[in-house]
């Protein structure tokens, strides 16, 4: 079994001291000697709820000055036809979009999308301001929920590059709540109304400078061979879960991971039907509840769970995608009054953003926090995917942060949005009160081929040993069947056993470290003086590493590219 995973497309530009990478239509990793300046600059075309109009690249032409693309935008009721260029000089590189919008459409944004890699974090910066003014401030180091930078017309990096914005008022916001590896400065201000109307025949012209960043600075050493992970004892392993299953009937029944979540939404007639089939699966129940505020349908939805094995429950607001007191009062009475006696826990139900933004209104007086993650929510590169893994990380301990002790639990992972929660109109739901035509993510999530890539397992791996800092009690990703599942009418998932992998370390003592790259990770279990540990390696090459486990000596492992090895 097999699918695409990393692009072969890919195409390397030089002209002066510059170096950058077209990867479709997204002119990515520009550096200037080495030092890398720009993660990436994309021009995109939003539609009203926010889903990217699809791009295709109609030609590039490209000679030792000048880099040209021609896109056509179209889709999702959006034309809009543009050239992409970029033009190089002796330190300094353009980059300019004209467009054109062919039919009437109501859009959120359209323009410019200029990514800062997340090692920027910390430096300093002089933003100039749209009125003249300016401003010293700095890359945030903590996920910030808020935009760090607003009114820019260019940013002075300390130490690095300048970058000039002109066609718009751009501002940034800390995209790592995403888990994007970046800082994406934007135009269209947020607190400007949207959708706004675009009209046939208008032109769209912004562009923005780069100036290259201070000789003295040192490049990129590279990657070290063997590279070195530290690992060290940090509390229990975490429990493994995977989420009930969404898609339509028939469903197989699964035995994967050590608990199964299922969300029920109680505003549409599918929910028992989707708590029924999950129970069958005959493990304990982390039950996500999707609420209105209804209290005859939270009296149900609590009489419903009477007698099944259920570990936890979390309540979401529908509106807010995240628990509010009413919520959290609502639900605690309704299991009361049912005789439920189990940890009633609170968070977010779409990404850590809403869990960052809503941490004064989220109530305190709870068991424990949950939050979510998906890595391609912005941008769809196996690029992306990778570098989310080391953002995990962060989201991680920003939530043990947030926690205060109390337990935390991260997911279900998966690998696109399960449903659009900046939405501006109404998701399609089940009608039904039977599973023929499935809920949830089957009506509102998105598919991705790479479910069934081999190195999705490696990826699970790395995951799991980004995301299991002390705090975290359990972890779980994707579904037990169907095209976001671990198996389907083709057979089991190589993501799969990397989840069963991970289940066996059930009990065991964990060893958990960070990454000296972003793109090896390792994690393990320690039971009965033995150590397993589980390697993974996301490169497009092999790698050699040394890996010690809290005071054994190191081992010496070679995993092939997008890989994993259990030692």
Request: proline content about 6%; aromatic content about 6%.
């Amino acid at each position: 079994m097999s699918s695409p995973w990393w692009r072969t497309d890919a195409r390397e530009w030089r002209s002066h001291d510059w170096r950058l990478e077209l990867r479709g239509d997204e002119i990515a990793d520009i550096s200037h000697r080495g030092i890398v300046v720009l993660r990436a600059v994309r021009a995109v075309v939003r539609d009203r709820g926010w889903q990217t109009v699809p791009v295709v690249v109609q030609s590039v032409d490209g000679d030792p000055e000048v880099l040209k693309l021609t896109l056509r935008h179209e889709g999702l009721g959006a034309r809009v036809r543009s050239t992409l260029t970029v033009r190089a000089r002796a330190g300094e590189l353009g980059i300019e979009w004209d467009a054109v919008n062919e039919m009437d459409f109501d859009t959120c944004r359209i323009g410019l999308v200029v990514l800062h890699p997340a090692s920027d974090a910390g430096r300093a910066v002089i933003v100039d301001h749209d009125d003249g003014s300016e401003e010293t401030t700095s890359f945030p180091r903590a996920l910030t929920p808020h935009q760090p930078m607003r009114h820019i017309r260019r940013l002075r990096i300390d130490g690095g590059a300048s970058i000039a914005f002109a066609g718009d008022v751009f501002e940034m916001e800390d995209q790592r709540n995403w888990t994007d590896a970046s800082f994406k400065t934007y135009s269209r201000p947020l607190d400007l109304p949207y959708p706004y109307a675009l009209r046939a025949g208008e032109t769209v012209r912004q562009a923005i400078t780069i100036g290259a960043p201070d000789a003295s600075i040192a490049a990129d050493p590279g990657r070290a061979s063997p590279a070195v992970i530290e690992l060290r004892e940090c509390g229990p392993f975490p429990a493994v879960g995977v989420e009930a299953s969404t898609a339509p009937d028939p469903v197989r029944a699964s035995s994967a991971g050590s608990f199964r979540v299922v969300e029920l939404d109680l505003t549409t007639p599918a929910w028992p039907a989707a708590l029924a089939r999950a129970s069958s699966d005959g493990l304990p129940l982390d039950i996500r509840i999707v609420s209105d505020g209804d209290a005859r349908a939270a009296d149900a939805a609590a009489t419903a769970l009477v007698g099944l094995p259920v570990l936890r429950v979390t309540v979401f607001d529908r509106a807010r995608h995240a628990t509010t007191p009413a919520s959290a009062s609502l639900f605690r009475a309704a299991l009361g009054s049912a005789g439920i006696r189990v940890p009633l826990l609170a968070g977010a139900r779409s990404h850590f953003t809403e869990l960052n933004r809503e941490q004064a209104t989220i109530p305190r007086d709870t068991a424990g926090i949950v939050v979510t993650t998906t890595p391609l929510f912005h941008a769809l590169d196996t690029e992306q995917l990778v570098e989310a893994v080391a953002v995990q990380r962060l989201v991680a301990e920003e939530t043990v942060r947030i926690a205060e002790g109390r337990e935390v639990h991260i997911g279900p992972v998966a690998l696109r949005p399960r449903y659009n929660n900046v939405a501006t109109t109404a998701q399609p739901a089940p009608t039904r009160s039977d599973l023929v035509d499935g809920y949830g993510a089957q009506f509102t999530g998105a598919d991705d081929e790479r479910q069934a890539a081999p190195e999705l397992a490696a990826w699970v791996i790395a995951s799991a040993a980004a995301s299991a800092v002390p705090g975290v009690r359990s972890l779980s990703w994707f579904e037990t069947w169907g095209p976001r599942g671990l198996a389907d009418h083709r057979g089991r998932m190589p993501a799969a056993d990397a989840v069963d992998a991970l289940t066996e370390l059930r009990g065991s003592a964990l060893l958990g470290g960070s990454s000296p790259d972003g793109l090896v990770w390792a994690i393990g279990g320690r039971a009965a003086e033995r150590d397993t540990i589980l390697i993974a390696n996301l490169d497009v090459e092999p790698r050699v590493l040394d890996v010690r486990a809290h005071g054994s000596a190191p081992v010496r492992v070679t995993v092939a590219a997008g890989s994993w090895e259990r030692v």
